[in-house]
C-alpha cells in the first residue's frame, strides 16, 4: 500500500506561484510513475501532469504547458508540482496519484490507470 499526502495549497493571487508536495509513505514510490490531477467544482478531474519513475519523461495537460513543472525526489519519496502564472481557472482541488508501470519510461495520463491517489489540496487563485 501507498499512502500519499499533499501539501502546499492555499490562495494565491492571479500571476504569482506555489509548489505542491506529495509525500509518499507505505512503499518508496521510486518504480512508480507519479501524476498530478486537479478538480473544480461541478467538473470532472483533470489530468495536470504526470513524470517517469526516474524523471527523465514528463507530460503536461494543455493547460498548463509552459507554466507547471512536476518534478520527484526519490531520496524523499516526494513528488512536486511547480505551479507559476497562475490564473484564476486554475483553481482546484489539486491530487496526487501513484501508478504502477512495467517500465522506468512510462509516463500515465489516465485516471484509470492510477492504483493510489491522495486526498488532495485546494489551490485557490483569485483574480
Known amino acids: 500500500q501507498v499512502q500519499l499526502v499533499e501539501s502546499g495549497g492555499g490562495l494565491v493571487q492571479a500571476g504569482g506561484s506555489q509548489r505542491l508536495s506529495c509525500a509518499a509513505s507505505?512503499?518508496?514510490?521510486?518504480?512508480?510513475?507519479m501524476g498530478w490531477f486537479r478538480q473544480a467544482p461541478g467538473k470532472e478531474r483533470e489530468f495536470v501532469a504526470a513524470?517517469?519513475?526516474?524523471?527523465?519523461?514528463?507530460l503536461y495537460g494543455d493547460s498548463v504547458k509552459g507554466r507547471f513543472t512536476i518534478s520527484r525526489d526519490n531520496a524523499r519519496n516526494t513528488v512536486y508540482l511547480q505551479m507559476n502564472s497562475l490564473r484564476p481557472e486554475d483553481t482546484a482541488v489539486y491530487y496526487c496519484?501513484?501508478?504502477?508501470?512495467?517500465?522506468?519510461?512510462?509516463?500515465?495520463?489516465?485516471?484509470?490507470?492510477?492504483?493510489?491517489w491522495g486526498q488532495g489540496t485546494q489551490v485557490t487563485v483569485s483574480s
Open positions: 496519484a501513484a501508478a504502477e508501470t512495467s517500465f522506468y519510461t512510462v509516463v500515465v495520463r489516465r485516471t484509470t490507470n492510477y492504483n493510489y
Open positions: 507505505g512503499r518508496t514510490v521510486s518504480s512508480y510513475a
Open positions: 513524470i517517469s519513475w526516474r524523471g527523465g519523461n514528463t
